[in-house]
């Protein structure tokens, strides 16, 4: 069945020969299924996406662990007033300091600012903003943003188990 994009898809590159050590990964995973029907790709995939769901929910229990340990090691070092690192009997050491994080809550005003402040040279647009517009200009024939490369692949969707 044809998609959206299958008519431009057909002109771009195959993403699959663009190179890189985790593509290479990918082809060599790719001839070791090669031959199989349908089914059993489908298989395999349903198989692999389970693995990978799997994956993920240990991650972000691992991930809320961490953070909470964090959490409470910051907590204690300030407790204990520490300023230096601690070390451990077997040689290892621990240390907390004070970070900041920094993100963007109003884009555009960040933008305007940027631009009254002489920061334009560092504004970039985002991978998503990016895609949009090379894909309308595809859709209405025009040429892609200099410096941008589109290829093609094949998104698989499954449904059910």
Known sequence: MAGKWTAIAKTLPRREAEPGSFQERVNVLKDESRGLNLEALAAKYRQVRSEKD???VVERGINARQMALEALL???WVAENRDGPYFFSDGSRIEVHDAISVRASDPEAVVAWSKLNGYERFLTLNAK??????KAALESGQEIPAGVVVSAYSLVKFSGK
Do not use: Y
């Open 54 to 56: 799997e994956q993920e």
């Open 74 to 76: 910051s907590e204690l």
């Open 129 to 134: 903003r990016l895609e949009g517009i090379a």
